[in-house]
């Protein structure tokens, strides 16, 4: 067990819709970094959060956007989904504002029908 | 822009083998560190490096993080069947950059 959690573990929707997912870092870690997923593909960076600011951006669609609240969960946002954003959705956690030794959550598996 | 070359992409080996996998770079990194994946599950840390050079062990893996800082190779020996999954290196490029390699996925045969 990481100490990362994210809910929830699988998500169903339709095309057009919105989703969030949520995510709680290891106790202590300040840094909140999201992954994409597709299958059989690497892992690609979405966003890092660093103490509720945001610190680096990767391949982040506008469609999407996240957030790192003040007891530094983070939430991903996803709307207007189309098919191809269905996938595995990570959040992983660091202790500093830098990229590092990160920890990842069990991941949430989207599926946009 | 900074490239991380994974190999090999795949590997079937029998159970018993060793196996080796590695890392290259074309920038100098900070950290190295291998994780490994299992189908519908997250990453799992398995070892991180720090220093060049630096040489170390969790179980029957091994990982090292290579002098001239541009690679680092992971070596897992007298495989097991549930070693299967994907391994990833990552690594820290310039205090504010990580990337992950494509991954290498192991298979072994009982």
């Known amino acids: 067990d990481s100490g990362v959690t994210q809910t929830p573990k699988h998500l169903i929707t339709a095309t057009g819709q919105r989703v969030t997912l949520r995510c709680s870092p290891r106790?202590?870690?300040?840094?909140v970094y999201w992954y994409q997923q597709s299958l059989d593909q690497g892992l690609q960076f979405l966003i890092q959060y660093y103490n509720g600011e945001e610190r680096a951006k990767g391949n982040i669609l506008e469609r999407f956007s996240a957030q790192q609240f003040p007891d530094l969960h983070s939430e991903l946002n996803l709307s207007s989904l189309e098919l191809g954003d269905s996938a595995l959705y990570f959040c992983a956690s660091s202790a500093r504002a830098f990229p590092d030794t990160q920890y990842f959550g069990p991941g949430t598996r989207l599926t946009v029908l | 822009g900074q490239q991380l070359n994974q190999s090999p992409q795949s590997m079937f080996i029998q159970e018993g083998e060793d196996v080796s996998m590695n890392c290259t770079s074309s920038s100098i990194f900070n950290t190295w560190l291998w994780y490994k994946q299992e189908p519908g599950e997250g990453p799992v840390l398995l070892i991180a490096l720090y220093k060049a050079g630096e040489l170390t062990s969790n179980g029957r893996l091994t990982a090292q993080f290579g002098i001239t800082r541009k690679d680092s190779f992971l070596n897992i020996s007298a495989s097991i069947p549930s070693d299967v999954g994907i391994y990833f290196c990552?690594?820290?490029?310039?205090?504010?950059?990580?990337?992950f390699g494509s991954g290498t996925k192991l298979n072994v045969k009982p």
């Open positions: 990552a690594g820290q490029y310039n205090f504010n950059k990580f990337y």
């Open positions: 106790s202590g870690d300040l840094s």
